[in-house]
């Protein structure tokens, strides 16, 4: 069975911290790990990685694979509040576009 | 502005009335699919469509239906609803021949009383 696992669950830092969230995966025939930033509302896309050690980055956040290993890390620096959400990964196998989704990893931000 | 729409966004029902949550996207994706999410258990995939008249199971299937007459529309029925299914609903699509990015909705939050 394809299992993603995010870790940790839950976090807490100050403002200005940098956090490094992880997610593990096991799936039949990876394809693809996807990021996605929740806030209140529907889940937002922040990357996709296909290949190992390749890091894609969007300002201060960063995110690799490492595909012998089967995981990934998504780094945030200089955090903000508004950088506060659900973070989740999402793994894609070569089985029909479905995603299985990790269950997420809450962040809080305090001033 | 490319974007996935679901109506209603809030709905608050009563077991066993049927009722139909809409999912419609602007973007011509073949792939639509529904999920629901729920505290501690994550995301977790309804049901999907590779293309119209073309659905199939997710992982939490039972009391849901799905169809897919149109490209664009992806509804959602629950015919019976019970309490079990209150839960916060997510559309999501994406282009099937490239990248597997998936779009999401703005949910809609459901409680059946």
């Known amino acids: 069975e394809d299992k993603v696992v995010q870790s940790p669950l839950s976090l807490v830092v100050h403002e200005g911290d940098t956090v490094t969230l992880n997610c593990s995966y096991e799936v039949t025939n990876f394809r693809s790990l996807l990021w996605y930033k929740q806030e209140k509302k529907a889940p937002t896309f922040l990357f996709m990685l296909t290949s190992s050690g390749i890091e894609k980055k969007s300002g201060r956040l960063s995110s690799i694979l490492d595909k012998k290993e089967l995981f990934s890390i998504l780094n945030i620096t200089a955090t903000q509040t508004g950088d506060s959400a659900i973070y989740l990964c999402a793994v894609e196998a070569n089985s029909g576009y479905a995603l299985n989704f990790g269950k997420g990893t809450s962040l809080l931000v305090t001033p | 502005e490319a974007q996935v729409t679901q109506n209603p966004r809030y709905l608050i029902t009563v077991t066993g009335k049927k009722l139909t949550v809409t999912c419609s996207q602007n973007m011509n994706h073949e792939y639509m699919s529904w999920y629901r999410q729920d505290p501690g258990l994550g995301l977790r995939q309804i049901y999907y469509s590779m293309n119209v008249e073309v659905t199939d199971k997710g992982d939490v299937p039972e009391g849901y239906k799905v169809s897919r007459k149109e490209k664009r529309n992806f509804p959602l029925i629950l015919e019976s609803p019970s309490p079990n299914q209150t839960s916060l609903y997510f559309c999501?699509?994406?282009?099937?021949?490239?990248?597997?990015?998936?779009?999401f909705g703005a949910g809609t939050r459901l409680s059946v009383l």
């Open positions: 999501a699509s994406s282009d099937a021949g490239g990248l597997n990015i998936q779009y």
